[in-house]
């Protein structure tokens, strides 16, 4: 049962436009969500978190927004630019703040088109 | 500053050989430790966490076990590989109640 799904396998943007990248997830106990960025054969890298009490939370070209009744969280990137070409996953916890476990959703392939 | 080590960064095992992958964690006591690993063309799956030394929690049964001898090493073995065992995996650590951050990974490729 995949609890936290990236229902688009792959998206493609030209590069100064807006990416926004989704995720739905099922269970209603997540209270944490985060965003990962992840090139090939490295580490995801931590980008972006909102926990349930907020409905957005921006960094720079990075906002997350999070729509609880429709369990729907969205990472909006803009302008977007080469270097943001990599897989972003989307990720959830129902303990707080990610304390012991993360469920990851399958990934989103970012190609930003110069 | 936090740094995460993982070895060795690319691995070849032919199938019913041991394995020993390794992690550790500078600039930081106690962490809550964390191995994933990525199958081709999938997510990540939590494999097993630890939040103390000789803690260890298992997500999923398999063919792996994991072990954490000092406070901030954690290992990932299994006594006879499988063809299934070839993967992506991942070292994550956490301090207590924040997000998590990962190793560089190790590529393992079972023949």
């Known amino acids: 049962d995949q609890q936290v799904k990236q229902n688009s396998p792959s998206l493609s943007v030209q590069e100064g436009r807006i990416s926004i990248l989704n995720c739905d997830y099922t269970n209603s106990m997540f209270d944490y969500f985060l965003w990962y960025k992840k090139y090939p054969a490295e580490g995801p890298t931590f980008l972006i978190s909102i926990s349930s009490i907020k409905d957005k939370n921006e960094d720079g070209r990075f906002t997350v927004f999070l729509n609880k009744s429709a369990k729907h969280l969205s990472l909006h990137i803009v302008p977007s630019q080469p270097g943001d070409s990599a897989v972003y996953f989307c990720?959830?916890?129902?303990?707080?703040?990610?304390?012991?476990?993360?469920?990851f959703g399958t990934g989103t392939r970012l190609t930003i088109i110069p | 500053s936090q740094t995460i080590h993982q070895w060795p960064a690319t691995l070849v095992q032919p199938v019913g050989s041991p394995l020993s992958l390794e992690c550790t964690v500078e600039g930081t006591s106690n962490p809550n430790l964390y191995w994933y690993r990525q199958a081709a063309g999938r997510g990540l799956q939590l494999l097993f966490y630890s939040v103390g030394i000789g803690q260890i929690s298992s997500e999923v049964p398999q063919n792996l076990s994991a072990s954490r001898p000092q406070d901030r090493q954690f290992i990932l073995s299994s006594k006879k590989l499988l063809l299934s065992d070839s993967g992506f995996y991942l070292c994550?650590?956490?301090?207590?109640?924040?997000?998590?951050?990962f190793g560089p990974g190790t590529r393992l490729l079972v023949l």
């Open positions: 990720a959830a916890s129902a303990q707080g703040f990610g304390n012991e476990k993360l469920t």
């Open positions: 994550a650590w956490a301090a207590d109640g924040e997000t998590q951050y």
